[in-house]
């Protein structure tokens, strides 16, 4: 008879993680991981949905996720994740030899740009300086103080394609249009903050979790690590140029002694439309980590329901206007 604190039970109809995808499968038995110690982990035998028997497994619990309609949609993402990266490869494959190592040079960039493909011209318009910087006669002397990395260790990088749902996609459109186009700025301080969207996520997906698991820790990290990202990233990467006064002006008020943002950070005033900008960077700023492929396939999982949940709740998060920016301001950005 299983433990009463078993996550799933003989017969269940569940979704189990084969690789990168998700499957149906049914639960057939478990038993501890380890048959000499009654604490050890539990592990279940499953039976995928239409394959052999011979394909029946044994697996942790982490591996499993309940038969929910969020985690149905979850498996329809990553299949749709997945034949979208086999097309690319299979596009990739077909470019001459010479384009190899171009894409080499520019796959950080192209892996946030595959996510949206709007990403590309806020980060061609905020990077591009840096990567001139970087191979001028500065860079070249770095190059000879430092070990570079070897082009097949970059190649053997694990990386990550995030999905972003068509509503985020579209609103990214439109956040481009209205500050590089209409020449408008989000409102700020933002009524919906990063730091309190964050929160409210954690709140509404920490039911979810069983107390003192591994996915409620997962959680808790992800949620903290997605706010110090944000502080750090929104600067350098997750803004268009027209938008830079307005955040040296945002800045100051967290460097004024005794004021309302005395040791706030930008989470604690940008919203949402800024938010988005990061998650579709993530591939990029994951590609320069060492993580493993397991951690980085879990990463992805916890990322497409963050998106997924911002998607379902955009009316309430997302500023329904842009402002106008005033002609001083328009003149100060184009530095006329």
Not at 172 to 185: A, C, I, M, P
Request: proline fraction near 5%.
């Amino acid at each position: 008879m299983a433990p009463s604190h078993t996550a799933y039970v003989k017969d269940e109809k569940v979704l189990c993680f084969h690789h990168e995808l998700l499957y149906e499968a049914k639960v057939l038995d478990m038993q501890q991981s380890d048959a000499d110690d009654k604490r050890s982990p539990l592990q279940y035998r499953v039976h995928y949905k239409g394959w052999k028997n011979t394909w029946d497994d044994w697996v942790p619990a982490d591996r499993l996720r309940k038969f929910t309609e969020e985690n149905k949609e979850l498996a329809i993402t990553l299949k749709k994740n997945m034949e979208a990266v086999r097309q690319e490869t299979s596009k990739s494959a077909k470019k001459a030899p010479g384009s190899h190592k171009k894409k080499i040079a520019t796959a950080g960039h192209t892996a946030a740009a595959q996510s949206s493909d709007f990403s590309s011209v806020r980060g061609s318009e905020e990077r591009h300086s840096s990567v001139q910087a970087g191979t001028g006669a500065r860079g070249q002397k770095r190059g000879r103080d430092f070990d570079l990395e070897k082009e097949e260790n970059f190649i053997n990088r694990p990386q990550i394609r995030l999905p972003i749902p068509d509503h985020l996609k579209s609103l990214l459109v439109d956040d481009w249009e209205n500050v590089t186009k209409s020449l408008q700025l989000v409102p700020l301080p933002s009524p919906h903050p990063v730091n309190a969207i964050m929160d409210a996520y954690q709140s509404f997906e920490r039911p979810k979790r069983r107390d003192g698991s591994a996915e409620a820790d997962i959680l808790e990290e992800m949620v903290a690590g997605i706010k110090e990202y944000f502080d750090k990233c929104l600067g350098r990467i997750l803004l268009y140029r027209f938008e830079r006064d307005q955040f040296f002006e945002v800045s100051k008020w967290f460097n004024t002694p005794g004021g309302e943002w005395e040791g706030k950070g930008p989470g604690d005033v940008y919203g949402p439309e800024h938010l988005v900008r990061l998650f579709v960077s993530m591939p990029e700023l994951i590609a320069q980590t060492n993580m493993d492929q397991q951690s980085i396939n879990r990463m992805r999982e916890e990322l497409a329901k963050m998106t997924a949940w911002l998607s379902r709740n955009s009316q309430v998060f997302f500023a329904p206007e842009y402002e106008n920016a005033s002609q001083d301001y328009i003149e100060k950005a184009r530095g006329m």
